[in-house]
């Protein structure tokens, strides 16, 4: 019985701990995204050191877009036309990033984020923690 107990103490402490996301948070979504890690369901993580490509997020009143970008050696980043449109969906104690395109429509959680890391779960339960990136952009 005891180790019941404290087995639902520890999973209670650790749901309690997990961030909630506001509708103020969700401005912190703009900018410019590095992924740092990738976390599969099997246990397996994939660290990234040097990234070819970033994602840029651009969201006003929970629609925006996303669209990879690449950085150059000068501190600035380079993209071309095509994007991703973003919905932002509340639900519950869940936040979605519900994106389309001309050919397709997905989902995926945003399981945290702060001024310069989130981390963003997809339907096949990897995990994307990511950090922020500088702020500028060339055309």
Not at 11 to 27: A, G, H, N, R, Y
Not at 34 to 51: A, H, L, Q
Not at 111 to 121: L, N, P, R
Request: glycine share 4%.
């Amino acid at each position: 019985m005891k180790n019941v107990l404290r087995g639902l103490f520890v999973c209670l402490f650790l749901v309690s701990c997990q961030q909630k996301i506001t509708p103020e948070d969700i401005k912190k979504l703009n900018g410019y995204w590095e992924i740092e890690k990738v976390s599969f369901k099997e246990g397996e993580d994939k660290e990234f050191k040097m990234n070819e490509n970033f994602d840029f997020f651009e969201i006003t009143n929970n629609k925006g877009i996303r669209r990879k970008v690449r950085p150059q050696f000068n501190g600035t980043f380079l993209f071309n036309e095509d994007y991703e449109n973003v919905k932002v969906r509340f639900k519950e104690e869940h936040v979605f990033l519900d994106y389309s395109t001309a050919y397709a429509k997905w989902t995926e959680e945003l399981i945290s984020i702060s001024e310069d890391a989130m981390v963003i779960k997809n339907d096949q339960n990897k995990e994307y923690q990511y950090k922020k990136a500088g702020d500028q952009l060339i055309y």
